[in-house]
């Protein structure tokens, strides 16, 4: 075959990117004359054989781990869930969240039982798992793990979690209690948040000096989980190989998995195209679009545990009534935001628990899109355009405001322009700005706001004490919503002992919030992730919410057919796959991305 | 100063108010901003400490060690297509002034240097890597380096540095073109030049030996300013190309708020900047006499 018969193939392939080729053409056809000779050969590999022992996957990621040690490492997602391959919890919480609280599934601890009065809950440590130096896990990991989770000189971030536990006591080598303050529903999700690490191999450096030593940790690294660190080049590239004494022989099926940096989506994107990547786990939906009818590519797709939505700051006495909130909702075509956003990939929003969790109030109807109805609002609230200079105004104020959301985030920079046109058409004046999210956020909890259109993520424990009065100070509750019946709702729901019983009280919450207008909820969107077909077994879950990084690859394989080996192969033969598991507890939070 | 705090640690909903106040704490925000400065101040001039990253938890230092020969690598690479390229072709433009050949190298060079350096990274890497799978489409080295012997990962480097090192010293180059051009040709009409004809020498000679040396002047001021401007220029290309360097890690460390890597790679660029325009004055000294005498 002539290298411009090849060239001409290969630009026929690709033929659903007509803008990269106009462009492309000619220096194509340079060096496909420079280059003659340099030719590809595909064949098939064996028949198909099930998953596939070996091989590397690579992934990519937009910004590296930042360290082994998940309580001095940054909280970005994508670290926790590298950590996730490394080192084991108590237990794997479970996906099922959509019509009931989440299970567990034993990994670390093979059982647990509550005591009689619900106030201690005892963890039987499986015998057979050793770290990756041979030393057995025990119960003194447990308690040494506890002990760096709540040390002030440390400072991790989900300290708080680990506030209603009293003491974590080793009863013998491979039997540990948790003593709680009180019982209630999330006791499983508490003890259970955060990894176990090893008291043999770090206890020897003190905890005030845990946080700048991050290469020590690396350097005196034992591992409990599938895989440990083969190599880390910081920013680069990091290797994940096999932990040979995993206690499940069978797993993981890859080899290792290589964590490429790619810092932006579009070069990972690329990467994917051309095979250089194997997974990336977020993707927009334009991208999908373009790119979904590439061949080789598979593309998974869940609903996240995320909710869109604009929180009107109710200090300021343009928003402190909920008609003129409700009004505002009304001017803002909500559906058309997501139908030119996300198309099938969104949904409207309605209450801050989505629609896949079990507890959300799915009978509440949306909010119906009227700019009449809501002017009509408005003017009983005695906003007109008195003046003729087309902003409605009051006592000579003109209804104007900041809207601002995060640099960075298309959508969302996109749909304040939205926002902003929709409510122009009623005589309101917005402008938009966008933040650094490293500086929208100090500017939110101190209440230096308007409005802000954002994303929150929901954790399974659905502690919705953001909307507590007494978390108005913190900043938590930058939104500065108070209803003392809400505040009392929301600590009975945090003293029920089973998760089902706090049911009631969050659809009473949902519906308060619902009827107060707190804020105009927008969109819930899917989140869509897309590999190489050779790789089998990435099957996301929308427990995986914000993901960054590496789904956990535990279980991925590559499948022993249509492996498409390359003869000029600069890529390496192909790696193996995912397994879809236990992610740590993620909690309600802000997601910048 | 910039606004924000570490977003990546302080951004973690599970974090109290109580853990806020406790993080800024143990990385010292909780005291004044003066007070803040001054105590990196000493410990950067008494102890060269630069301080230990609030994200990574690692000592500046060291961070920066790691990223730096990369970066240097990169920018030495397009430093050499720079001149491989922006040396013929401004030469030939000037000699060529006012010919087709000259409008099309202008042309070419305006182009180049208004097209968005990540955009171009990107066609090159569905193209090359994608379309025709013949150069990595990003990363410093394949996968699997560590199992190549000697030559082959020498090779297999140099094929990784062929995208990101050609596009950036392509277009750097434009602006060596069109300066060496205007230089080139402004000396090419001076006394000295028509003497030096006058006497006989090969145009070669009068061209290469007379004319680019004395053209040479505003290049170098220029080359001595591209040294820091290349170093922190390759940050797009080192975004595009997954390229661990400076730029990347100045990047990320304005994403994350992270000061003390902020204020080290700050205070090195300033550093790069003085040491750039003191080896351009050095070198124009060097190749011109009237320069060295004035001094």
Request: charged residues 45%.
């Given at each position: 075959m002539s290298a411009i018969t090849w060239v001409h193939r290969r630009i026929r392939a690709a033929s659903d990117r007509p803008s990269v080729l106009l462009a492309a053409l000619p220096l194509a056809l340079l060096f496909a004359l420079a280059c003659n000779g340099s030719k590809e050969v595909a064949k098939e590999e064996a028949p198909p054989t099930g998953p596939r022992r070996g091989g590397t996957a690579v992934v990519a990621v937009i910004s590296g781990p930042q360290g082994v040690n998940e309580y001095v490492s940054g909280a970005r997602t994508n670290t926790r869930e590298v950590l996730s391959m490394l080192f084991l919890n108590l237990a794997s919480e479970q996906p099922d969240f959509t019509d009931h609280p989440p299970t567990f599934k034993p990994e670390l601890a093979e059982r647990w039982e509550y005591s009689s009065d619900k106030r201690s809950l005892t963890f039987f440590l499986r015998q057979d798992i050793t770290w990756s130096d041979g030393v057995a896990v025990t119960a003194d990991d447990v308690r040494f793990s506890w002990q760096a989770q709540s040390h002030p000189d440390i400072g991790w971030v989900g300290a708080e979690y680990k506030e209603p536990i009293e003491d974590v006591e080793v009863i013998d080598a491979h039997t540990v209690r948790f003593h709680f303050e009180y019982p209630f529903a999330g006791q499983m999700l508490y003890a259970n948040e955060g990894v176990i690490i090893p008291k043999h191999a770090w206890s020897a450096l003190p905890f005030d000096q845990w946080r700048a030593n991050a290469d020590w940790f690396l350097e005196h690294l034992v591992v409990s989980g599938p895989f440990t660190i083969d190599s880390w080049r910081a920013n680069d590239e990091f290797r994940l190989v096999r932990n040979e004494r995993y206690f499940d022989p069978e797993l993981p099926y890859l080899d290792q998995v290589v964590l490429r940096v790619i810092p932006d989506r579009a070069s990972q994107l690329v990467q994917l195209e051309a095979g250089s990547v194997d997974y990336i786990n977020a993707i927009s939906p334009d991208d999908r679009r373009r790119i979904m009818h590439t061949p080789n590519l598979v593309f998974t797709n869940y609903w996240g545990r995320g909710y869109a939505f604009i929180s009107w700051n109710l200090r300021k006495p343009l928003f402190d009534d909920s008609r003129v909130r409700r009004a505002l909702t009304m001017a803002i075509d909500r559906q058309a935001i997501v139908e030119t956003l996300w198309g099938e990939f969104g949904r409207l929003a309605i209450t801050p628990v989505p629609q896949n969790i079990w507890a959300s109030k799915r009978d509440l109807p949306p909010i119906a899109f009227d700019p009449k109805e809501a002017m009509k609002i408005l003017a009983e609230q005695g906003w007109s355009d008195h003046d003729g200079d087309g902003t409605i105004d009051r006592d000579g104020k003109p209804f104007a405001f900041e809207l601002v959301t995060n640099l960075g985030n298309q959508q969302r920079m996109d749909s304040i322009v939205m926002v902003q046109e929709h409510l122009a058409r009623i005589g309101i004046e917005v402008t938009t700005r966008n933040i650094p999210f490293n500086s929208l956020m100090p500017q939110l909890n101190t209440g230096d706001y308007d409005a802000v259109l954002i994303k929150l993520s929901v954790a399974t424990d659905l502690d919705f004490s953001q909307y507590h009065s007494r978390n108005i100070a913190s900043g938590r509750n930058f939104y500065a919503y108070s209803d003392p019946e809400v505040d009392g709702w929301l600590e009975a729901a945090r003293r029920v002992e089973k998760a089902e019983d706090m049911g009631p009280y969050l659809d009473k919450i949902q519906g308060r919030l619902y009827r107060d207008e707190v804020h105009t909820f927008v969109w819930e969107s899917q989140i869509v992730g897309a590999h190489l077909a050779r790789l089998h077994g990435p099957e996301p879950n929308g427990y995986r919410e914000m993901v960054d990084g590496a789904a956990r690859l535990e279980a991925v394989h590559f499948q022993a057919y249509r492996v498409l080996i390359f003869a000029t192969a600069h890529r390496g033969l192909p790696g193996a796959p995912l397994r879809p598991s236990h992610p740590p507890l993620l909690p309600s939070s802000l997601g910048a991305g | 100063m910039a606004p924000g705090e570490p977003a990546s640690l302080?951004?973690?909903?599970?974090?109290?108010s109580e853990g806020r106040a406790n993080l800024r704490r143990i990385f010292g925000l909780d005291r004044p901003l003066h007070q803040q400065y001054l105590t990196w101040m000493r410990s950067v001039l008494l102890r060269w400490d630069w301080g230990t990253s609030f994200v990574h938890g690692r000592p500046v230092s060291a961070m920066i060690g790691e990223a730096f020969p990369n970066t240097v690598r990169l920018a030495l690479a397009a430093f050499l297509v720079n001149l491989l390229i922006g040396i013929p072709l401004g030469i030939w433009a000037a000699l060529k002034r006012g010919q087709r050949g000259d409008h099309w190298i202008r042309l070419a060079s305006i182009l180049l240097f208004s097209m968005p350096t990540f955009w171009i990274g990107l066609v090159a890497i569905l193209l090359f890597a994608g379309v025709l799978s013949i150069l990595p489409a990003g990363g410093m080295q394949s996968t699997h380096a560590e199992q190549l012997t000697w030559g082959a990962l020498l090779i297999d480097r140099l094929r990784h540095l062929i995208m990101p090192a050609g596009i950036l010293g392509l277009v750097t180059s434009a602006a060596t073109i069109r300066l060496l051009r205007n230089s080139l040709i402004e000396v090419m009409s001076s006394d000295f030049i028509r003497t030096a004809r006058a006497c006989g020498l090969p145009e070669v000679r009068v061209v290469l030996v007379h004319g680019l040396r004395n053209a040479l002047g505003p290049l170098l001021q220029f080359f001595g300013l591209l040294l820091p401007g290349l170093l922190n220029g390759t940050l797009l290309m080192e975004v595009v190309f997954s390229w661990p360097g400076l730029g990347r890690l100045m990047f990320s460390s304005i994403q994350d708020a992270d000061f003390p890597l902020i204020l080290a790679l700050t205070a090195m660029t300033g550093a790069l900047v003085v040491g750039g325009s003191l080896l351009a004055d050095l070198l124009q000294a060097v190749v011109d006499p009237r320069v060295r005498h004035a001094g």
């Open positions: - | 302080f951004e973690d909903p599970r974090l109290s």
